[in-house]
């Protein structure tokens, strides 16, 4: 089996081919390694290969990681974003610990955020998620209110803008895939000229990220092609 540090170069080289493919900079795709699942060891090997941005999931899980690797080395270089669904009963531990949110998909959320965020600390950076399938059962916005909401999160100070995020239904066919991810390119350039700060693309992940970048994004979420399959047997 590959390492994690050769998955992280063959992931990196992947994304510059696919950004050079459509004439984009290798460097505006910023990777996200997905650590959900996976140990402090597997995230141990991540950094010391040189990465250190990371995303997770569940609540107590994230916090576990970002509170051991608070007193590590490269404590100071590593951002922790929190990217799974958000309960308003967990708002606190999220805006106490994260440096990201991709996931905020209603104004309750984002003002818990914001008034939860400690005192000194930076700006949460936040993203809002967009259900770019239509599906009632999947978390997210719809397209019809996302501009509402971004004005009412424009406006806390805990708080800076940065983009949208989007987890498209499964599409094993690259227009398809290509398709989610342009209707969520679309809707940020809209936004843009409203809110400059919005910068920030999230999508793509291990089984769909040429055409995400084809589409746009800014940063890829990647787990599986990083850590390895996941083992869920400990979840609930
Ligand atoms: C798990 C997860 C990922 C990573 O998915 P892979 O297919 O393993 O790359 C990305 N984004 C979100 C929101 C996730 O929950």
């Given at each position: 089996?590959?390492?994690?540090?050769?998955?992280?170069?063959?992931?990196?080289?992947?994304?510059?081919?696919?950004?050079?493919?459509?004439?984009?900079?290798?460097?505006?795709?910023?990777?996200?390694?997905?650590?959900?699942?996976?140990?402090?060891?597997?995230?141990?090997?991540?950094?010391?290969a040189g990465?250190?941005?990371?995303?997770?999931?569940?609540?107590?899980?994230?916090?576990?990681?970002?509170?051991?690797?608070?007193?590590?080395?490269?404590?100071?270089?590593?951002?922790?974003?929190?990217?799974?669904?958000?309960?308003?009963?967990?708002?606190?531990?999220?805006?106490?610990?994260?440096?990201?949110?991709h996931s905020?998909?209603?104004?309750?959320?984002?003002?818990?955020?914001?008034?939860?965020?400690?005192?000194?600390?930076?700006?949460?950076?936040?993203?809002?998620?967009?259900?770019?399938?239509?599906?009632?059962?999947?978390?997210?916005?719809?397209?019809?209110?996302?501009?509402?909401?971004?004005?009412?999160?424009?406006?806390?100070?805990?708080?800076?803008?940065?983009?949208?995020?989007?987890?498209?239904?499964?599409?094993?066919d690259y227009?398809?895939?290509?398709?989610?991810?342009?209707?969520?390119?679309?809707?940020?350039?809209?936004?843009?000229?409203?809110?400059?700060?919005?910068?920030?693309?999230?999508?793509?992940?291990?089984?769909?990220?040429?055409?995400?970048?084809?589409?746009?994004?800014?940063?890829?979420?990647?787990?599986?092609?990083?850590?390895?399959?996941?083992?869920?047997?400990?979840?609930?």
């Amino acid at each position: 089996m590959a390492s994690i540090k050769q998955n992280i170069e063959q992931i990196t080289h992947q994304i510059r081919l696919a950004t050079e493919k459509c004439g984009r900079k290798p460097d505006s795709v910023q990777l996200l390694a997905v650590s959900k699942t996976k140990p402090i060891t597997a995230i141990q090997e991540a950094i010391d290969a040189g990465h250190f941005a990371f995303g997770e999931n569940y609540v107590q899980e994230g916090v576990e990681k970002v509170q051991h690797f608070a007193t590590t080395p490269h404590a100071e270089q590593l951002k922790w974003h929190f990217i799974g669904p958000i309960q308003s009963n967990k708002t606190k531990h999220i805006a106490e610990h994260f440096d990201w949110v991709h996931s905020v998909d209603r104004e309750k959320i984002a003002r818990r955020l914001n008034d939860q965020r400690p005192e000194g600390a930076k700006p949460l950076q936040v993203l809002l998620q967009v259900n770019t399938s239509g599906e009632t059962s999947k978390s997210g916005t719809d397209f019809a209110s996302v501009s509402e909401l971004a004005a009412a999160i424009a406006t806390m100070p805990n708080i800076v803008l940065r983009g949208l995020m989007s987890i498209p239904e499964r599409a094993d066919d690259y227009e398809s895939q290509l398709r989610a991810f342009q209707s969520l390119s679309k809707a940020l350039q809209v936004l843009q000229q409203t809110h400059p700060s919005m910068d920030t693309l999230s999508m793509g992940m291990s089984g769909d990220m040429d055409a995400a970048i084809e589409a746009g994004s800014t940063m890829v979420r990647i787990g599986t092609a990083l850590f390895g399959a996941r083992d869920y047997s400990n979840k609930a």
